[in-house]
């Protein structure tokens, strides 16, 4: 049985306030987000070995200086001799080259394993959003699809190979300058210890007000992209309306409250950053001051080995903070995380199908028979024990009054949703029984809003069957009336549309659409006021035209103009049993 596509209460998410997943539901998000993470890992994993060996070297090169320091100054400076001086001193600028030299390779090497982890799990995030179906789409706002693909999952991103990574080079630094101090003087490591203990207890006592701070700081930023998405598609209706001033007021309310919010987050994560710097400096006061009391009372501490010592406190500040900014980018990639699972938590409302396939040559017989539908979480039935039997290669007329129910048959034949009650029938095969890829190549959809993407006119033309040859792609425009445009474009086919097809018509658009429908050769062909924009007689035209292209198709055609009435074999009234 096919999963619901939405195992939160509909109303749950998408909301404003971005709430939670069920837990099961996100136990299910987080194996398939671990499930596409796994293999890309692995991919990656001679370069990260390869990192943490160079990491390793960097370490090394680094443990090294303050015992040079150490030599430079008791062997060199207090015992008079030049010549320590100059080794120790070129030691420490080679050593310096070459952790430049280093880190310039682990750099590069780190770069593309971790933009390839990110950029794969981007690509399978996106693969996932294509399989939910238009009602996933039509709640969701897409400035916060966006923020998700872009900013959450660049967060857990981060954070899974980043932080990770960054954390084990501060390990291994740390463990190099613990067993360095802890040889010259146990009571160093211990105040270092001391210091982490007491950095764990404040960052602990702040981590609930950290990470409500960057759970409403991230929604505030998706309010921001979710507006600009949609008013910067809409700069036509809201110029018609006069609008311009009251839209950009709504921007800066909505910039307000994210700097509110931003500036609070950033003032907390100061604060927990600094910490660990503030601690340390002052281990290093005190070693100066203690160190500097134990010489004056004669005990066998050298200025070298003082020097030494501050240096290796300080070397082990970066590793420390480092290790304590992964506490801070956890509590980022924890909310990241639970906005991701949103997502992948969300499964397909119809299953893919089964292997069955539609008949190699198919007839196009569609039968409905007694189906129901309703959309989740709507009070009312879209559709009610409707039936039809629309024979193979006629006609007809599909017309109902508005909301009734048309459009939401066609997405059920497509199979965008699985219906209630009832089922559909191709060729006297159950639909859900057929490969779901399959059934839309034999079933083409011209929508009453055409779809077109930036590109030339041939390639929207092709974009269902890219293979077709020119020949098939002439025939299909000149039957769908694009021909009749053509000759106005200055470059033909390789006029470029604009985003959206923006540079067409409405009529044009549909007439593009209805092309690239008529080249996938349908067995069964809809159009859903897909000539809505033409007038009656090029409507009527197009009509006989399709049919004269594809005589042995099936043609279902929704539409209120009851004109056309003649040029179908079969008129069906939907309404009947349906919500008015
Ligand atoms: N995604 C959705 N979620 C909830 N209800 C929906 C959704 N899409 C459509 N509906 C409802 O389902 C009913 C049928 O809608 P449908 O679009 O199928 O009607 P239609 O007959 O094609 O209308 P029209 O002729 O105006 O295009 C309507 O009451 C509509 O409000």
Redo the contacts with the bound molecule.
Sequence with gaps: MAAPELHLPPVAWPAPAGAAATDDARAQGLRLLRGWMAPLLRGQAWRFIAVLLLSIAAVAAGLAQPLLTKALIDDGVLARDPGAIARAGAAMAALALGALLVGVLCRRLYAQASLRVLHGLKEALFAHLLTLSP?FH?RVRQGDLLARLEGDLGEVQRFAVDSVLSALNAVLMLAGTLLLLGLWSPPLVAVLALLVGAHALASGLMRPRLEALTRRARQAGVEVSAFLVEKLAAVRCIQTHGAEGREAARLAGLHAALRRESIALQLLGQLANGLPNLLLSLGVVAIFVFGSLAMLKGEALTLGMLVAFATCVQRASAPVQSLMGLWLSWQRAKVALERVTDLTACRPAVAPGEAGSPAVAPRGEVEFQNLSFT?PG?ARP?LVAFSARIPAGTAVLLR?A???????LVDLLHRHFEPAAGRILLDGQDVRRLDRAALRRRVAVVSQEAVLFAGTLGENIRYGRPQASDEEVHRAAEAAGVAEFLPQLDQGWQTVVGPRGATLSGGQRQRVALARALLMAPAVLVVD?GTSALDEALERRTLRRIAELLPGCTRVVVSHRSALEGEFDQVVELGAGA?A
Excluded: M, Q
């Excluded at 508005?402 to 939401?408: A, E, N, V």
């Design positions: 009602a039509a959309y709507a879209a109902g508005s909301g009734c129910g048309k459009s939401t006021e919500p």
